[in-house]
């Protein structure tokens, strides 16, 4: 069982995928999470929570430090599976309860919401890696060969 979660196709694209997804969710995670990259902060963000009440808050809370930690573990490549089926998952309900009214982005701010079109973007690189595993340099790809010595 263990061995399947960390085994991954041995390809560089793989590891390209993982770590631009990884670092785009580790950056919004830690905008909610700790205010960097001029991100709110925890404290500012949970404030904000109520703005948003089709998602309870312990849920809003969660996608928080799932984004956050799942970024920082696609970044090394560490249970990629597993953070990325987090991430495919935080997106859907995105896509579910916030921006389901229009698929595409907001560029000239004359409506209010963003679209899901990157959503799915997101959805289908998490998949991917839920599919095909971490990538050739990775942290899952050490300890798969190193447990099936």
Do not use: K
Not at 65 to 84: C, K, P
Not at 92 to 109: D, G, K, M, P, Y
Not at 110 to 117: A, L
Not at 118 to 147: F, K, P
Request: proline share 4%; charged share 15%; net charge neutral.
């Amino acid at each position: 069982m263990l061995l399947t979660l960390f085994s991954t196709d041995p390809d560089g694209i793989q590891t390209i995928i993982r770590i631009a997804l990884g670092i785009v969710f580790f950056v919004h995670g830690a905008q909610s999470l700790l205010g960097w990259f001029g991100g709110p902060s925890l404290r500012e963000t949970r404030s904000r929570m109520p703005e948003f009440p089709t998602l309870p808050i312990p849920l809003t809370s969660a996608a928080m430090f799932a984004e956050f930690f799942g970024g920082l573990g696609l970044i090394v490549g560490l249970l990629s599976r597993v953070d990325a089926f987090g991430i495919g998952i935080i997106m859907l309900s995105v896509i579910v309860t916030h921006e389901r009214q229009r698929a595409f982005l907001n560029w000239f701010a004359g409506r209010e919401g963003h679209g899901y079109e990157c959503h799915l973007l997101a959805i289908a690189l998490a998949a991917a890696i839920v599919v095909r595993g971490a990538g050739a340099v990775s942290l899952d790809r050490l300890l798969s060969i190193s447990m099936s010595d």
